[in-house]
């Protein structure tokens, strides 16, 4: 049950209660206890929202930048990812395997705002030995989302 | 000199199918919701699509085989044994058509013509009645039942074989009720059929659209295999409707004949179909099964949907429609699927466009949005809310 309920917020978090419960087959009661256990044990930790700001009059920009980083004794990567991650620009921030350490999403009003966070704030830290920076230029897709695509139904009467 | 007097009467006597006018109507008005397409409103999965493109720029843009491409109809052996449990050859028993659509039409052109006839259980896909009309055989409708859930029941099959019965055509899941037969369920059939010389032509097109249980077919009773077509296809399964494929199994010998009609009258079905195709049965699976997920969700949420605007609904559990009772609304399916077409703007194909015993109720489809489908939903509950009070 704990499955199927992530399965449909994952692609539609508003959905109600009570729909969920007819394809499920349960009551909305039991659909709501399970989503309340599920935040509570830090499963669900979040709902946002997709949103093209492209389309809005908000200029944002985005970068994704690859830092390499010394691990510290004892703790691994943990404690430098800990120093990256308090930052409110940081969007995203994972370990990563391969050529690079931690993968950090940051988003700004302007492309300057966002150097200039790296410059001063990420690289400075301690055990960060490098950075590259990659401004996004235009987002195709994103969490399974195709952007700028018109679904429209223009299926033709057929006789079946 | 009016041409059209010199059009054979049999197929001046077919009617159009009944769910035109609806179309015509729904095409002028705005904000209107159609419940009537039974097509998938999925696009056809990317690699699907992509093996097709490819297959273009690689310049293959020449006849296949009549049969099919072997390599497809490998597939297809492999797919139907796989799922289905029923072995063919590749070789001698699977033929390749323009949709299951050619299928019906060269299985009924080959086993009725004048003087014979077709048991047709009904509700059923108009293709059938109109097909066997065209051979210049009789259609010889059973009447199924709500109260069997619209499957075919052994008695009623009995009463329509004739001496003159070359042909009956079983198509589950069905189109328009949404009904599936289940092992159990053809057994008492196979009983009936097992002694006669009777060809069994099985439209088993929505098969994987099974939501519970899993899709039998008439042909995995041995007794039956040898006097049974297995008409399937990639356009409801794979989303693949515009690409008119589908494919026919069957004895060896009575492929060769399907094949002859086939050759003349077609040549071979498009090739691009069949290089996406091989894509679809190879890898197709997964975005098969993400398919059935959603339509299930639909299905559960139309039925719900139905029952609370106060229509009896028995719960299909195969294709993407549902076929709700209309009668305690003291409609007919005509006036019903009128009116809510006019009140409310939403399409509903009445129930008796599949056959007289379709009359009293009327097909949806859940091949739509959610969000259409919930918005539908409101519209027909507030349209018998008025009715009924
Ligand atoms: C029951 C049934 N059989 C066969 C078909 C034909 O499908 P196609 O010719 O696209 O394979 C349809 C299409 O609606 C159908 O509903």
Same mark, same amino acid.
């Given at each position: 049950m704990e499955k199927k309920i992530l399965e449909i917020l994952r692609s539609n978090s508003r959905i109600a209660a009570e729909e969920m419960a007819v394809m499920l087959g349960t009551t909305a009661d039991v659909i709501r206890e399970t989503i309340q256990n599920l935040e509570n044990k830090g499963v669900i930790l979040g709902y946002d929202t997709l949103i093209d700001w492209e389309k809005t009059e908000c200029e944002n920009v985005t970068a994704y930048i690859e830092v390499k980083v010394t691990p510290q004794r004892g703790q691994g990567f943990d404690k430098v990812a800990e120093r990256v991650y308090q930052y409110p620009q940081v969007l995203a921030c994972s370990l990563m395997s391969g050529g690079f350490d931690l993968f950090v999403v940051v988003e700004g009003r302007t492309m300057k705002e966002v150097a200039l966070f790296v410059a001063e704030k990420l690289a400075p830290i301690d055990s960060v030995l490098s950075t590259a920076t990659h401004f996004v230029l235009k987002k195709y897709k994103e969490n399974g989302i195709i952007f700028n695509r018109v679904l429209k139904d223009d299926r033709e009467a057929v006789v079946l | 000199m009016n041409m059209k007097e010199k059009i054979k009467p049999h197929i001046l006597a077919t009617p159009p199918s009944g769910i035109r006018k609806y179309f015509d109507l729904i095409n002028e008005m705005k904000d209107a919701i159609s419940l009537g397409i039974g097509e998938p409103d999925f696009e056809t999965p990317w690699s699907i699509r992509e093996e097709g493109i490819y297959s273009l720029e690689k310049g293959k843009t020449f006849y296949s085989s009549n049969a099919g491409f072997i390599e497809l109809r490998y597939e297809i052996a492999n797919y139907m044994k796989n799922r289905f449990n029923l072995e063919y050859n590749p070789q001698s028993e699977i033929l390749v058509t323009v949709g299951g659509s050619e299928a019906i039409d060269i299985t009924l052109r080959a086993f009725a013509g004048p003087g014979d006839e077709v048991?047709?259980?009904?509700?059923?896909?108009?293709?059938?009645?109109? $097909?066997?009309?065209?051979?210049?055989? =009789?259609?010889?409708?059973?009447?199924?039942? #709500?109260?069997?859930?619209?499957?075919?029941?052994?008695?009623?099959?009995?009463? #329509?074989?004739?001496?003159?019965?070359?042909?009956?055509?079983? /198509?589950?899941?069905?189109?328009? =009720? /949404?009904?599936?037969?289940?092992?159990?369920?053809?057994?008492?059939?196979?009983?009936?059929? @097992?002694? @006669?010389?009777? &060809?069994?032509?099985?439209?088993?097109?929505?098969?994987?659209?099974?939501? *519970? /249980?899993?899709?039998?077919?008439?042909?995995?009773?041995?007794?039956?295999?040898?006097?049974?077509?297995?008409?399937?296809?990639?356009?409801?399964?794979?989303? &693949?409707? /515009?690409?008119?494929?589908?494919?026919? $199994? +069957?004895?060896?010998?009575?492929? %060769?004949?399907? @094949?002859?009609?086939?050759?003349?009258?077609? &040549? $071979?079905?498009? =090739?691009?179909?069949?290089?996406?195709?091989?894509?679809?049965?190879?890898? +197709? %699976?997964?975005?098969?099964?993400?398919?059935?997920?959603?339509?299930?969700?639909?299905?559960?949420?139309?039925?719900?949907?139905? *029952? @609370?605007?106060?229509?009896?609904?028995?719960?299909?559990?195969?294709?993407?429609?549902?076929?709700?009772?209309? *009668?305690? =609304? +003291?409609?007919?399916?005509?006036?019903?699927c009128e009116r809510l077409l006019m009140e409310e703007k939403v399409l509903m194909v009445p129930g008796n466009a599949f056959g007289d015993s379709g009359e009293g109720f009327a097909r949806a489809t859940y091949a739509t949005s959610l969000d259409n489908i919930r918005e539908a939903l409101a519209r027909i509950r507030r349209f018998v809310d008025k009715v009924k009070s």
């Open positions: - | 048991v047709i259980p009904e509700p059923s896909f108009v293709a059938y009645k109109g $097909c066997t009309l065209f051979t210049g055989a =009789t259609p010889v409708p059973v009447e199924l039942k #709500a109260e069997d859930r619209f499957k075919l029941k052994p008695r009623q099959l009995l009463d #329509a074989i004739t001496d003159k019965t070359k042909a009956i055509i079983i /198509g589950y899941p069905n189109n328009p =009720t /949404g009904a599936t037969m289940d092992y159990d369920d053809y057994k008492a059939i196979v009983e009936v059929l @097992k002694d @006669k010389d009777i &060809m069994v032509i099985s439209d088993e097109i929505y098969a994987e659209l099974t939501y *519970r /249980g899993r899709h039998a077919s008439i042909a995995q009773f041995p007794e039956m295999k040898e006097k049974t077509i297995v008409i399937n296809g990639f356009s409801k399964a794979f989303a &693949m409707t /515009g690409w008119r494929l589908g494919f026919a $199994c +069957g004895q060896p010998d009575v492929m %060769e004949q399907l @094949k002859k009609i086939h050759q003349y009258a077609i &040549m $071979c079905a498009p =090739t691009t179909a069949q290089f996406a195709a091989v894509e679809a049965l190879k890898n +197709g %699976e997964p975005e098969v099964r993400r398919m059935v997920e959603e339509y299930n969700r639909r299905r559960l949420v139309m039925v719900d949907g139905f *029952r @609370k605007a106060g229509l009896d609904c028995f719960e299909p559990v195969g294709a993407f429609y549902v076929f709700p009772d209309l *009668r305690s =609304t +003291g409609l007919s399916s005509d006036e019903f």
